[in-house]
Nanobody, 124 residues
Framework: QVQLVESGGGLVQPGGSLRLSCAVS????????IGWFRQAPGKEREGVSC????????LYADSVKARFTISKDNAKNTVYLQVNNVIPEDTAIYYC?????????????????WGQGTQVTVSS
């Protein structure tokens, strides 16, 4: 069973940056696509970004393009989400999720394992 643990959330001022981490255990990242999702208070969970197992395919939601960057370190079995130039609308619980897929990824919800989430709050 895949286990995922998010970290790196916190309080950040508008325009600031954070790096979220998703540590994956019990499987090899080469074969798993990892997605980042977020859920703001009173809103539905939405896909933010994803990366394929090979790392050759990435996707971003329109709302975060040019501000967020997803990357992975297979040696550390960890996926990162660099969050730059944050805005109040980025406030949410951020989750990472895994699905078996080496060549592609999706911002949909076809993921089989989920982490517990990390809170990101953007406020001055």
């Amino acid at each position: 069973q895949v286990q995922l643990v998010e970290s790196g959330g916190g309080l950040v001022q508008p325009g600031g940056s954070l790096r979220l981490s998703c540590a994956v255990s019990r499987v090899t990242l080469d074969y798993y696509a990892i997605g980042w999702f977020r859920q703001a208070p009173g809103k539905e969970r939405e896909g933010v970004s994803c990366i394929s197992g090979s790392g050759g395919s990435t996707l971003y939601a329109d709302s975060v393009k040019a501000r967020f960057t997803i990357s992975k370190d297979n040696a550390k079995n960890t996926v990162y989400l660099q969050v730059n130039n944050v805005i109040p609308e980025d406030t949410a619980i951020y989750y990472c999720a895994a699905r078996l897929s080496s060549r592609s990824c999706t911002l949909g919800f076809q993921y089989t394992s989920w982490g517990q989430g990390t809170q990101v709050t953007v406020s001055s």
